[in-house]
């Protein structure tokens, strides 16, 4: 089993930063993949970033490629996602998620963390 524990989320202006962090415990090494989803409220939740055990990332949209940074630093079991130049519709409920590959239906997840732009 593999817990994930987000942080970083809160409210911002548009144009502002927020990097958020996600811890992995458990039954973890370097092997796994790991991706950031988010979720608006009455909508499927949709990935934003994946990254590879070798630090390997590709986003979903030319938007996020253009804005967000997915990164992780394997020693402390930690992913996070620089997020600059943030736009309203940013706004979501921001989820960690961990797998063997980078997949829509990823196996563990977080609980997540609440990101708001407002204009």
């Known amino acids: 089993q593999v817990q994930l524990v987000e942080s970083g989320g809160g409210s911002v202006q548009a144009g502002g930063s927020l990097r958020l962090s996600c811890v992995a415990s458990g039954d973890t090494n370097s092997r796994l993949y790991m991706a950031w989803f988010r979720q608006v409220y009455g909508k499927a939740r949709e990935m934003v970033a994946c990254i590879a055990p070798n630090g390997a990332s590709g986003y979903s949209t030319d938007s996020a490629r253009a804005r967000f940074t997915i990164s992780r630093d394997n020693d402390k079991n930690t992913v996070y996602m620089q997020m600059n130049s943030l736009k309203p519709e940013d706004t979501a409920s921001y989820y960690c998620?961990?797998?063997?590959?980078?997949?829509?239906?990823?196996?563990?997840w977080g609980q997540g963390t609440q990101v708001t732009v407002s204009s």
């Open positions: 998620a961990a797998d063997t590959s980078c997949r829509s239906t990823m196996k563990y």
